[in-house]
């Protein structure tokens, strides 16, 4: 029988049913060595939360996550919480010996996100931060060809994550439109997931210079009500303080450029996460909204032959495509997060710390910083990148 692993999860909404659905369902896919059992969520509004653990299969509940981290039946901590109570429950469970595994961004500062890396290497836990589109098995084999030398030196890497869900002016005021709560705004929401894969495929960014803008400065205060919808809480109304969009331009440490835009202004467009990778034998071009397909140029095609091939990645050979269907049987978004937890799981079971974990997280929060002080005073910031005290937790 397997060894089980026992989760508490702190929140219950958007990405509470995310990763949930990932745990309930590795079984069904993957052969872990151990298993993950949903022990406990955890939410401040009581009856929200028992509702949520029938609904997603929970074995209990609790309604302060102090006592979910005292709990001698929990040995991972997961976080779905709003942005600016990461620091705190990483921290306190780490101390108490829990693995963590957090969404992103890692915290709210610099600052916050070394105390949090600090506290998951000395106590020797097991540490993941959620940057699931590295899980996209696209994805994972642009890595597999770029590490193969098939795209040559890397000239630029460009991306843009684009959605449109906060454009209407009376979309109310929800705490990812809060810098207290949030950090910053398609920032640290949309464009710390873009810095995350071009350090995954291409190299640590090492200088930026950035622009924000805030388009709709006060809307009428609310909550969110599921996935990215929200409700108004009333006639008040208060102030954005978050960017709504950011373009960012940079430097790698391996000489290659970077372009990122990231905004929630870009009418029609509900999740496009983009990316294209130039190097000096060919380029790759990827886009979340069809997630299973990888655009690849090679130089090296026949002259009349040349141009971008749609590689449809569900073959068995893919990265984790053997887990799932015939070729040509799509995944969705869900698989990215199942991928993640199954490493996630093989890390527990192996004490071999897997990625991105924490010290990710922490150079991402470099990024981060460097953008926002780019933006502010419209200078030229060199990223003042960690340096790596130790990349195994166990």
Not at 124 to 129: K, S
Not at 132 to 156: C, D, M, S, W
Not at 328 to 339: D, Q, V
């Amino acid at each position: 029988m397997k060894k089980q692993v026992r989760i508490g999860l702190v929140g219950y909404q958007f990405m509470g049913k995310a990763h949930s659905h990932a745990y309930r369902s590795l079984p069904f896919f993957f052969d872990t060595e151990v298993e993950p059992v949903l022990a406990a969520i955890c939410g401040r509004n009581e009856t929200a939360v028992k509702e949520a653990a029938n609904q997603m299969g929970f074995e209990s509940y609790e309604t302060d996550w102090r006592s979910l981290i005292e709990r001698d039946d929990i040995d991972v901590i997961d976080i779905v919480t709003p942005n600016n109570t990461h620091a705190e429950i990483a921290i306190a469970a780490a101390k108490a010996g829990k693995h963590v595994l957090t969404e992103k961004p890692l915290a709210m500062s610099v600052e916050e996100a070394e105390e949090m890396h600090d506290a998951v290497v000395s106590n020797q836990v097991i540490h993941m931060i959620c940057h699931n589109y590295r899980f996209v098995p696209a994805l994972t084999y642009a890595k597999k060809l770029i590490e193969e030398g098939k795209l040559g030196q890397i000239y630029h890497f460009r991306a843009n994550y684009l959605q449109d869900f906060i454009m209407s002016p009376e979309f109310p005021l929800i705490w990812r439109l809060k810098k207290d709560v949030a950090g910053s705004g398609a920032l640290g929401d949309l464009a710390a997931h873009s810095i995350d894969l071009a350090h995954y495929l291409v190299d640590d960014l090492t200088e930026i210079q950035a622009l924000t803008k805030t388009f709709i400065k006060e809307r009428p205060v609310g909550e969110m009500s599921g996935g990215l919808s929200a409700t108004r809480a009333g006639e008040e109304r208060g102030s954005v303080t978050v960017d709504d969009a950011v373009a960012i331009i940079g430097t790698f440490a391996n000489g290659a450029m970077a372009t990122f835009e990231a905004t929630r202004f870009a009418g029609g467009n509900r999740n496009r996460n983009q990316i294209e990778i130039n190097g000096e034998y060919g380029s790759i071009r990827w886009n979340m909204e069809d997630m299973n397909k990888l655009e690849l140029y090679l130089a090296a095609d026949a002259e009349g032959m040349q141009g971008f091939r749609t590689i449809d990645v569900t073959e068995e050979s893919h990265p984790y495509m053997d887990a799932y269907w015939a070729a040509g049987h799509m995944i969705g978004y869900e698989h990215t997060f199942i991928h993640l937890i199954h490493e996630f799981m093989q890390g527990i079971a192996t004490g071999k710390q897997p990625e991105p974990n924490f010290f990710d997280g922490l150079k991402n929060q470099a990024v981060l910083a460097a953008v926002e002080q780019a933006a502010e005073t419209g200078q030229r910031q060199v990223v003042e990148l960690p340096e790596i005290k130790t990349k195994s937790s166990k």
